[in-house]
T-cell receptor, first 118, second 115 residues
């Protein structure tokens, strides 16, 4: 299947700093990528839909100014957690769908990024 | 609104025995259903999907799922469980909101295969 690379896999930062997480589709073009957040022993919560060349669509309750999303190319989306606080500590997962397949295709997921804010 | 439910947080099964992980869904219109597996501190891996056609869908690693429209279910099955199947399993349904194409996930079922 298609490969989605997510980096970094783990990051520890101090409260108040910003952290950037990258999500790349390695062997396909993804006009749309998705960012999820997973709490311990909980399901994945969709945070936002990242659209190449346009603004991201955020789910209700997700702070746009805290979770900045940029989708500058067909293979790269970034999530920046700005002014991180301990409550932002979580497992963040990106996913993408092969644009050539369409909306019946499955999502391919990155390996996730565990953020710990001290 | 669409949703999926996984009624069991935990399923234990002995190695070699058949396993079933349950999923029910609620959607308006025809559902697009998916199963994913997650190993610790990893992303999700696609197992199988139902879009249309045969109600019995075969997927990766010997898994299969049966789409049952009357019971609105999409249970994941495997005839003979392996210890390596122990993981967290998620059922998902495609978001049918206009213009959306993400997935909504169930709460997950942790499968433990006992040697």
């Amino acid at each position: 299947g298609a490969v989605v690379s997510q980096h970094p896999s783990r990051v520890i930062c101090k409260s108040g700093t910003s952290v950037k997480i990258e999500c790349r589709s390695l062997d396909f073009q993804a006009t749309t990528m998705f960012w999820y957040r997973q709490f311990p022993k909980k399901s994945l919560m969709l945070m936002a839909t990242s659209n190449e060349g346009s603004k991201a669509t955020y789910e209700q309750g997700v702070e746009k100014d805290k979770f900045l999303i940029n989708h500058a190319s067909l293979t790269l989306s970034t999530l920046t957690v700005t002014s991180a606080h301990p409550e932002d500590s979580s497992f963040y997962i990106c996913s993408a769908r092969d644009g050539a397949v369409g909306y019946t295709g499955e999502l391919f997921f990155g390996e996730g990024s565990r953020l710990t804010v001290l | 609104a669409q949703s999926v439910a996984q009624p069991e947080d935990q399923v234990n099964v002995a190695e070699g025995n058949p396993l079933t992980v349950k999923c029910t869904y609620s959607v308006s219109g025809n559902p697009y259903l998916f199963w994913y597996v997650q190993y610790p501190n990893r992303g999700l891996q696609f197992l199988l999907k139902y879009i249309t056609g045969d109600n019995l869908v075969k997927g990766s690693y010997g898994f299969e799922a049966e789409f049952n429209k009357s019971q609105t279910s999409f249970h994941l099955k495997k005839p003979s469980a392996l210890v390596s199947d122990s993981a967290l399993y998620f059922c998902a349904v495609r978001d049918m909101r206009t213009g959306a194409n993400n997935l909504f996930f169930g709460t997950g079922t942790r499968l433990t295969v006992i040697p």
